[in-house]
């Protein structure tokens, strides 16, 4: 490896870690890259090198983790769903701090908002596509606030008992969302 991926690579960690324990102080809203680049000891210029400003940095790790995470899981017709579910609170947890920083009270509510998106887009890909569907928003924002309560009481439940309870609570979302709604289905 060269000196130069050495030095980015260097930088983005100490970048990345700067982020969560500023964020855990002083929420992300009010912080500024300036406070990023020097608890981080770089340049501000080295931060620009990489980043646009604080949104992206936080884009990028968020990126980098659900790929990893996507890699981890493998949507083989092998898999059960549980064992992918399962993965994914792993996933939670081995970034606990990073995801506790962006969904805790000081997080980023921008932050939030694009980690329901994902959720929603990921369930969205194993239920049946219907025009303006309200099932994969529901399902994001539970997921969403799964993790979120998980995180805040320290993820003190096993992840695969984690896996279990949302799988549940989801397949209950979905069975009643399959059925006709009450005076048939055209509504009042």
Excluded: C
């Excluded at 980043?51 to 990028?60: A, N, P, S």
């Excluded at 890909?125 to 928003?137: A, E, I, W």
Aim: proline share 5%.
């Amino acid at each position: 490896m060269s000196r130069e991926n050495v030095r980015v690579r260097r930088t983005r960690t100490l970048l990345r870690q700067a982020l969560v324990e500023l964020i855990e102080e002083h929420g992300f809203e009010r912080l500024t890259v300036g406070q990023i680049t020097e608890r981080a000891m770089v340049s501000r210029a080295a931060f620009y090198r990489n980043y646009r400003d604080k949104y992206q940095l936080v884009e990028q790790i968020f990126d980098e983790a659900m790929a990893e995470l996507l890699g981890t899981m493998t949507d083989s017709p092998d898999t059960p769903v549980l064992d992918r579910w399962t993965a994914f609170f792993e996933h939670i947890d081995h970034y606990h701090r990073l995801y506790g920083a962006l969904l805790g009270s000081k997080g980023s509510t921008w932050f939030a908002r694009r980690m329901h998106a994902t959720l929603a887009g990921m369930t969205s890909q194993h239920l049946p596509q219907q025009p303006g569907d309200l099932v994969p928003t529901l399902l994001g924002g539970m997921f969403l606030q799964a993790i979120t309560w998980w995180l805040g009481n320290g993820r003190q439940v096993p992840a695969r008992e984690m896996a279990t309870r949302t799988a549940g609570f989801a397949l209950a979302l979905i069975t009643e969302a399959g059925k006709e709604p009450p005076g048939g289905a055209a509504g009042p």
